[in-house]
């Protein structure tokens, strides 16, 4: 156990300071500064190690969260590595990204802040990339089984590197021109700088996994080719067809959805010319939708000097305290207040938006919003509630509804299930022998943490196909949802 005492004697938590926001609207570096080493240790110290340690029953990967708590206060930095990477192979994507059910789920947290466990996560990798302790680990022999992995996100990446390791040939494909899947073009350099990704993809290469860009298959290649090609094929494709928003108005100019835009800031951030970017500076920008996506999208604007920026949701406003039907350990729905909002911006909740308005010259200038009724447990505009709201710009950050589906069901015959999502087995296999998917394309849009625990346990699963048997790990399965999500 980290401190006996810890608990007792640090009561509060302490996170390193985010920038001030005047500083960083006018980069596009990450938020949070460097961490004090002390501060680090103190936290970590807080954690009871407990018997029964709720964190990780959180952590869709089973971090072992107390033992390197414990480890990162005893200065043993390169343990702490050793057992981080044990069960996550990017700690530096969820040390960044994550929302951490895992803290949701601490003990300390029934009665306390809980322990800053992301932070310990984040400040365990940073030490060991910046030691050079994170060096490539190549396989000691390989079993002369290839397998092609389609998509480069954070579910491809994982299963890919597990894979390698394993002693089999890996060919990541990617149909972008970059690899990293929604780590490259999605989310904003804001959250995550892209260096981090490099870092990792250069371990990665050195192991021997070899990455293919720019190569969509189904179309260049198609998907019964790729089968015949390789001995077995994971698809990693995530969940990218937007949700739309069928309203009057919806063609005008000015409307997009929020990947389009998003995926232009990461290019020319990438310092790619693109050609007539949307561009949200001097406009009066509206997003509609209160995810994630929506707060990237108005981190973006901020920084690309917009002239006001307003947030509408559907829904209700979630409350800040837990709600009595989401009880510890659970993931509690709250009021979220991401380094995005901290940044200026309005937020309005019960808004359905119910018309696109155009200007003389045929481009967006307004919407039409109403405010959200319940009706027999379905959101509707109320009548006689329609106000305009000035927009020059808005994006549509409404989620996703699953992956592409065309190519797979036409050129493989696979089946979806009821969200969409690429029909599979217990073991991460679809109809088709050999083909396995991960990430969200299995399991809709989701979380980094959950593309990584896939990608990790459809490995496991490939490898004992080809192989009969497997050491790999493999800590979640297709049906298992934890309690918290
Ligand atoms: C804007 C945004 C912000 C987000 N922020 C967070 C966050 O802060 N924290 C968090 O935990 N989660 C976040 N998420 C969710 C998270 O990014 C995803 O759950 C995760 O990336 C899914 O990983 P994946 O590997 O399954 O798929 P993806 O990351 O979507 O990668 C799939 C890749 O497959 C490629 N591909 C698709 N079809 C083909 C084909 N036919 N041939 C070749 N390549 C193909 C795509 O180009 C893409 O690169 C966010 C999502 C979005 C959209
Ligand atoms: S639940 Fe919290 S206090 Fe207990 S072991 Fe996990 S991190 Fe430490």
């Given at each position: 156990m980290a401190d006996p005492k810890g608990f007792l004697k640090t009561t509060e938590r302490e996170l390193p300071p985010r920038r001030p926001v005047s500083v960083r609207l006018m980069d596009w570096k990450e938020v949070y500064e460097q961490g004090d080493a002390a501060v680090l240790k103190r936290q970590a110290g807080r954690c009871m190690d407990c018997g029964v340690p709720f964190c990780h029953q959180g952590c869709p990967l089973g971090n072992l969260i107390p033992e390197w708590n414990d480890l990162v206060w005893r200065d043993e930095g390169r343990q702490a590595i050793e057992r981080l990477h044990s069960t996550n192979n990017f700690p530096e994507f969820t040390g960044r990204l994550c929302p951490a059910p895992c803290e949701s789920s601490c003990v300390l947290s029934i009665n306390q802040p809980a322990v800053t466990i992301k932070q310990v996560e984040v400040s365990i990798i940073d030490q060991a990339f910046a030691s050079g302790w994170v060096q490539p680990q190549p396989p000691g022999r390989l079993t002369g089984k290839t397998v092609a992995v389609v998509g480069s996100g954070p579910a491809g990446l994982a299963a890919a590197q597990q894979l390698t390791r394993a002693g089999h040939t890996v060919a990541v494909f990617e149909r972008d021109d970059r690899i990293g899947g929604l780590l490259r073009y999605g989310i904003p350099d804001f959250k995550m700088e892209k260096k981090h990704l490099e870092l990792r993809l250069a371990q990665m290469t050195a192991e021997g996994t070899r990455f293919r860009a720019g190569v969509n298959i189904g179309v260049d290649i198609t998907w019964d080719a790729l089968r015949t090609r390789y001995d077995a094929v994971v698809i990693a494709t995530g969940a990218l067809v937007p949700r739309d928003l069928p309203i009057p108005g919806r063609d005008l100019p000015g409307v997009h959805f929020a990947m389009e835009y998003l995926v232009q800031q990461n290019r020319a951030g990438?310092?790619?010319?693109?050609?007539?970017?949307?561009?949200?500076?001097?406009?009066?920008v509206v997003v509609l939708g209160g995810g994630d996506t929506g707060a990237d999208c108005i981190g973006t604007a901020h920084r690309q000097?917009?002239?006001?920026?307003?947030?509408?949701?559907?829904?209700?406003?979630?409350?800040?305290?837990?709600?009595?039907?989401?009880?510890?350990?659970?993931?509690?729905?709250?009021?979220?207040?991401?380094?995005?909002?901290?940044?200026?911006?309005t937020r309005q909740f019960l808004a359905s938006t119910v018309e696109f308005l155009a200007n003389e010259v045929g481009e967006v200038r307004a919407i039409r919003v109403a405010e959200t009724e319940y009706m027999d447990g379905r959101r509707v505009p109320r009548a006689g509630s329609e106000r305009e709201i000035p927009a020059d710009l808005v994006l549509l950050a409404l989620g996703f509804t699953g992956p592409e589906s065309q190519e797979l069901s036409h050129q493989l015959g696979l089946p979806f299930d009821e969200r969409g999502a690429v029909g599979r087995d217990g073991d991460y296999q679809t109809s088709h022998e050999g083909i396995f998917v991960a990430g969200d394309a299995g399991r809709g849009q989701s979380l980094i943490v959950w593309a990584i625990a896939e990608g990790r346990a459809a490995a496991a699963a490939v490898d004992r196909f080809l192989e009969g048997d497997t050491q790999l790990p493999s800590p979640v399965t297709p049906t298992a949802r934890p309690f918290s999500l």
């Open positions: 990438a310092g790619d010319t693109v050609e007539a970017q949307i561009d949200a500076a001097g406009k009066h000097l917009a002239a006001s920026v307003t947030n509408l949701a559907i829904g209700r406003q979630p409350g800040e305290d837990r709600p009595d039907h989401q009880p510890w350990p659970m993931s509690p729905t709250l009021f979220e207040v991401s380094s995005a909002h901290e940044e200026g911006g």
